[in-house]
Nanobody, 121 residues
Framework: QVQLVESGGGLVQAGGSLRLSCAAS????????MGWYRQPPGEQRELVAR???????NYANSVKDRFAISRDNAKNTGTLQMNSLKPEDTAVYYC???????????????WGQGTQVTVSS
């Protein structure tokens, strides 16, 4: 099994910054990608950012040029730096990691517990 521990989040004024972190542990042969989704109140979960082991990133259009995702492959950790935050960024942010338990196993996705990000106007 894989466990994810998230940290960061909180309350910030518009224009401010926050950093989210995510650490994966457990039975991990390799990871293929890490990232974050978010779920605003009353809305569906949406992809915010994703980074592969090779460093390829993709972002939601709404956060491009404001958010930056990075990862440490050796430590199985990821970071989401969020700058120029807007009230519409308010949501619960969920970290995820895609892993393989062995060379021959499929890819599994594990979710973190979620962390609240609130941006006040």
């Amino acid at each position: 099994q894989v466990q994810l521990v998230e940290s960061g989040g909180g309350l910030v004024q518009a224009g401010g910054s926050l950093r989210l972190s995510c650490a994966a542990s457990g039975t991990i042969f390799s990871t293929t990608a890490m990232g974050w989704y978010r779920q605003p109140p009353g809305e569906q979960r949406e992809l915010v950012a994703r980074i592969t082991t090779g460093g390829t990133t993709n972002y939601a259009n709404s956060v491009k040029d404001r958010f930056a995702i990075s990862r440490d492959n050796a430590k199985n950790t990821g970071t989401l730096q969020m700058n120029s935050l807007k009230p519409e960024d308010t949501a619960v942010y969920y970290c995820f990691v895609e892993t393989k338990a062995s060379r021959f196993s499929g890819v599994d996705r594990t979710w973190g517990q979620g962390t609240q990000v609130t941006v006040s106007s």
